[in-house]
């Protein structure tokens, strides 16, 4: 789903509404911005109750003692299989407790399951299935949304760049975007701050 919508572009954007520029040219633009802030920072910042999916880890490489580290933000948990055991939510902890984006589950003291044994088939690869919303939140943050908005702007006034010699955004086939000019600065320094980085015990 879109972080933002054409309206915010035109509301907050500064684009002059004499500006011979319509709703189906501003999604096109945001869905290209926010392919590069997902890729720019490694994270998903929004997801909803459809955007469920199964990940897959082993015990003994993505197992510290009893908690399982995660390679991916999670927002929120909607099932875990260990094995062959189905956990409950009393089963597990996420970590940090209070709030997402979560990035490992610890098993609870008073549970009787364990996430597998390394010397037994209970630890085969992939045995472990998280399925749950991988992204930071279920909103994007109020900075990543402005920073989109910043980039949908500077995309948009790029395109719009007379100048034959003018740098201009490129397409890759992929879908992939390269800007071949510098991003804004601000835009640049919020996306920094967001930039995932793996926390492993």
Known sequence: MAYISSSDVKQYGGIPTT???????LTLIIARAQKYVDEYTGRVFECDSDDDATRYYTASLDVA????WLDKDLNTVASIVAGTDTLSSTDYVTEPRNDSPFYAITLTDQTDLDWGDPSSDDDYENAIAVTAQWA???????DIQHAMI??????YKQGRITDETADRPIVLESGATVLPAQIPSD???????????????
């Open 136 to 142: 930071y939140s279920s909103s994007a943050p109020a």
């Open 19 to 25: 500006d011979t520029v319509d709703d189906s040219e």
């Open 187 to 201: 835009v640049k320094e919020i996306l920094d701050r967001y930039r995932y980085r793996p926390v492993r015990a």
């Open 65 to 68: 003692r009893n908690t399982l």
């Open 150 to 155: 910043r980039l949908v702007k500077w995309y």
